[in-house]
């Protein structure tokens, strides 16, 4: 799906934008909270399972944030100075760069502050859910296709 | 104050059409099945990274309407600037709440979201794992 160019690859876009330091620190994080919840046992998990269902990724935060400052150029542009219009120019502009090539001016802010992409989530997701023993019939499978068939299954959000 | 919000995970399946979702999972189950059989797993997995996300292709449409309506605002009839409100609302009501109105065109065009996307991804992995 998408433009077939050249651009960044939209599961790894944001962690290539992202300091080496702060993905450390974000992947001690998921890493604790594995062993944490892991050890805690299947109540645990299933409720730690439901809270990352809902846990805000940086995509989300983007789609939050970019709209409120169009926003805002808008309303000052009309109502008080037509130059406010830029604000919502830049906004958009940046907002064209992150979904393009994964940049953008607060993503340091948002990484910082602990927010992670989907496929940061998703490593604790998983990684929760073969805990749970969610993969088990998997690798009792033999071969390969029906092995994919019953995690696709398995891999179902619950 | 998360709580008061939809799923992240979940708030684009729950704002799509049912068939919308059946075929993107038939589509997927059956794409697994091809890449094992012709043995290009690898190379699935290398695609699977690039393919655009709905979140993805719903922002780089919403900056592109902005930025037109906003030129159009400025240098047209200021008129045009309704067209930027209304687009940046709807970009806030995906953010907060999961549906706007290009979603329903994109999910039929095959968008998926990142979740689902990385659910192909872990299957594939899964197929060869010990």
Known sequence: ?????????????????????????????????????????????????????????????????????????????????RRFLGLSAFAAGMLLVHSLQGWYPLLPVFRRLGLRTTREIAEEIYALKDARGDFDAVLQAGDPIQRAELAYAAAAPR | MFFMFSSTQQRVAEHSAAESNARLHEQARERIARSLRSGRVDARLAELDREWDTERTLQTNFALVTLASLALGAFVDRRWLLLTGAAAGFMLQHALQGWCPPLAVFRRRGYRDAGEIERERQALIAAYRR
């Open chain 1, 1 to 81: 799906m998408g433009p077939d160019i050249a651009l960044a690859a939209t599961a790894t876009r944001v962690a290539a934008n992202t300091a080496e330091s702060t993905k450390r620190r974000l992947r001690q994080r998921t890493q604790h909270n594995i062993e944490r919840y892991a050890a805690a046992g299947p109540a645990a998990i299933d409720a730690r399972l439901q809270e990352l269902q809902r846990e805000w990724d940086v995509e989300r935060a983007i789609e939050t944030e970019a709209p409120l400052m169009v926003l805002a150029g808008v309303a000052l542009g009309a109502a008080v100075d």
